[in-house]
């Protein structure tokens, strides 16, 4: 015990309850339901997908809620090899970017039932939901996206929203 | 749920963090752990404790650890009727400023009591360290402050 | 246009010509912080007639730590609209910090107008331990004192100096009260008597309840303009006629708890004593802290202190210093002050002050 004491543990833990707010409410009550919202900008029109409320580029609240359609193109992608605490999927997986037919905003997915040298951008892509029973207010109602079946969509059809 | 409904969840974040205390710190709470009180001189020659590595009337550097203590003299004091979950105690219980003798800042920290009545400024205080086999280096080493006059 | 007052700080005249702020209230929980923002936003564009497009800057004040994401103050611009990318910065203090920066960058003379916003929410957790992790890791933060115990230190400190008592404490509280009953935006407003007022528990001795401020939720916007800009969007800008901040150690045991030189340095910096204060709005979020506060202005017994009931009526984190100027400047639009001291504080026990004199021509 003559060691200089050099390190200290400083753990610390705080609790929160985290607030969704009106409009990703709306989004989760989606979820439960088993189908994508988005919100229009009554400015520029467009449709955010899991939006916070407002339009980021108008700073808008995007009251008009608009239901969308369970297909969408993957913009890009990425195929992870890499393991990392709290993974619940094996490796490799491929992991894209979504973007919802008659949405403006993509957001991230799984890709599944496509071998990994398969994925490409472009590709046409449908959710793939959790049984009724187990659909709640959260992301995880997505089980994943997989190929429609559809061919790819034209590059100008997305390259806005790389 | 139904349509309309504010969604809220459960949000817990955790810090798993370790820090390095360096050499100015990492005096004190070696004192600490050896049941001992140190100090570090300022520029205009005050002893600064908790020991920082800088004066904080100049913010020049310190040099020089100084034993101090562990006896000391409250400065300030606040009494805790309800002590909250992660207060060092669960009854209550007054935050002590505490000057020890030879220093020239003062140490916070808390001392048990069975009432506000049984603190006051300028009262002898000494702190009471945990078991020796338990001190690891940290502020909690001491696990409060008693009357001078206490009984161990 | 009256032309511009004589500046303390500064060279150029920058004037708040706009403030909103949300309704102070103890839980939002319907709203999340975009959500909360973009009212604000709209009306402090809206109530003068310009929108996003007219301000160069945009500075916000917020700590991520009260809602539990990082980086949560980057989504939060999401309330402006950032597109066009824009000029933008934060910082991690009170919104009065973020007017400040504003200010010092509209001095350089590049832009004409600014907006500053600030947000803080304290439901979300539990304000009393989040608050405890500000304070020094080594020393303090282990022990997770919670700011009412820290401020109680002080008070007691001020109350064993002889120049205060727990029945000035309740004077101030219900003074404070009182006058947040003509605030539409005070979350905590009654009409109770000192005597009543020290018949209540104490939270922490010496601190009974009504010395602590509300937990409040809430944010506020603030839009600067310089020159002839302030007078094209206000009819009587509140210029800044100086401004200054200051801080002390963290280490509240090296400091005089019973005084607040950080106040006084920067109150001089700002020229407060150069000419009549007509009212001061004074972030003191427990009651004892006015007193120390009054004492580093050395303002005296005819400034009307904190005549919104100030932090005790409502204490929305990261806001309620920047409330203070806009309070302040509402007072100067509307001719009830032509000069007006506003402070905002942060960390412990008044470590770090904010002094802003703003005044109408």
């Known amino acids: 015990m003559t060691e200089p004491v050099t390190m200290m543990a400083a753990t610390t833990r705080l609790d929160y309850v985290f607030t969704a707010g009106v409009a990703q409410s709306k989004n989760l009550h989606g979820l439960e339901e088993g189908k994508f919202i988005g919100q229009r900008c009554p400015k520029c029109k467009k449709v955010y997908t899991l939006s916070r409320g407002s339009c980021p580029v108008d700073g808008l609240p995007t009251d008009e809620i608009v239901e969308l359609p369970n297909t969408g193109t993957v913009t890009t992608y990425c195929v992870v090899n890499v393991p990392f605490a709290g993974q619940s999927i094996e490796i490799p997986y491929i992991c894209a970017q979504i973007l919802l037919d008659g949405a403006n905003l993509s957001f991230m997915g799984l890709i599944q039932e496509i071998p990994i040298d398969q994925i490409r951008m472009g590709l046409r892509v449908e959710a793939v939901w959790v049984e009724p029973d187990e659909l709640g207010p959260t992301m995880a109602s997505v089980k994943y996206f997989r190929p429609s079946g559809e061919p790819d969509a034209e590059f100008d059809s997305y390259k806005e929203y790389l | 749920m139904a349509e309309g409904t504010n969604y809220s969840a459960d949000h817990v974040l955790e810090y798993p963090y370790v820090r390095s205390v360096g050499p100015v710190v990492g005096a004190f709470l070696t004192g600490l752990r050896d049941g001992k009180i140190v100090g570090i001189r300022g520029t205009g020659g005050k002893v600064v404790v908790p020991p920082t590595e800088y004066d904080p009337d100049t913010g020049e550097e310190t040099s020089g650890m100084v034993d101090v203590g ?48 049984e603190v006051h400024t300028g009262m002898r205080v000494r702190p009471e360290f945990a078991p020796e086999a338990d001190r690891v280096g940290h502020v909690n080493d001491i696990r409060h402050f008693v009357p001078v006059d206490a009984a161990s | 246009m009256s032309g511009f007052p004589e500046l303390t700080s500064g060279h150029r005249p920058v004037g708040v010509v706009s403030f909103a702020q949300y309704d102070n209230v103890r839980r939002e929980d319907a709203h999340n912080e975009v959500e909360m923002l973009m009212p604000v936003v709209a009306e402090v564009f809206g109530s003068i007639g310009i929108t996003k497009d007219d301000v160069g800057f945009i500075c916000s004040g917020s700590t991520d730590y009260l809602v539990g994401g990082p980086f949560s103050f980057v989504t939060a611009l999401d309330a402006v609209g950032v597109w066009p990318p824009r000029a933008e910065s934060h910082v991690e203090m009170d919104g009065a910090w973020a007017l400040y920066e504003a200010w010092v960058l509209l001095q350089e003379g590049e832009i004409d107008a600014a907006l500053v916003y600030c947000f803080g929410r304290s439901s979300p957790g539990d304000l009393s331990e989040i608050m405890a992790l500000q304070l020094d890791p080594y020393y303090m933060a282990p022990l997770w004192p919670d700011p009412t115990s820290l401020a109680a230190l002080q008070a007691q400190a001020l109350i064993d100096s002889g120049r205060a008592s727990e029945s000035d404490f309740a004077a101030i509280a219900s003074r404070a009260r009182r006058s947040a009953l003509a605030n539409p935006k005070a979350q905590l407003a009654y009409d109770r008597s000192p005597e009543e007022l020290l018949g209540e528990d104490y939270e922490v001795a010496p601190l009974r309840r009504h010395a602590l401020p509300p937990l409040t939720d809430g944010c506020a916007a603030v839009v600067l303009a310089a020159g002839d800009r302030a007078y094209e969007l206000c009819e009587r800008p509140a210029f800044i006629t100086g401004i200054d901040h200051r801080i002390e150690t963290h280490a509240i ?36 802290q006015e007193m120390i506060l009054v004492d ?11 005549p919104s ?28 002050a032509d000069r007006a001291v506003a402070h905002a504080t942060s960390g412990p026990c008044l470590q770090q002050n904010l002094v802003c004199v703003l005044e109408g021509v």
Not at chain 2, 87 to 93: D, E, G, K, S
Not at chain 2, 103 to 111: I, P
Not at chain 3, 256 to 284: C, F, I, M, N
Not at chain 3, 311 to 328: K, T, W
């Open chain 3, 253 to 288: 045991g090296a400091r005089d708890l019973t005084r607040s030189p950080s106040t006084q340095l920067a109150g001089e910096k700002a020229g407060v004593a150069t000419k009549k204060v007509d009212q001061a709005e004074l972030h003191a979020p427990y009651a004892h």
């Open chain 3, 309 to 336: 009931g100030g932090a005790l009526a409502a204490n929305p984190m990261m806001s309620a210093g920047l409330i203070r100027i806009g309070e302040s400047a509402r007072a100067i639009w509307s001719g009830q």
């Open chain 2, 70 to 117: 562990p006896e000391g003299t409250v400065t300030s004091w606040s009494w805790v009727p309800h002590p909250r979950p992660k207060h060092p105690l669960t009854t209550p219980f007054a935050w002590v400023l505490v000057r020890f003798d030879g220093a020239d800042t003062s140490f916070l920290h808390v001392m048990p009591a069975s009432g506000p009545d």
């Open chain 3, 296 to 306: 580093a202005l050395n303002l005296s017994d005819d400034v009307a202190l904190s």
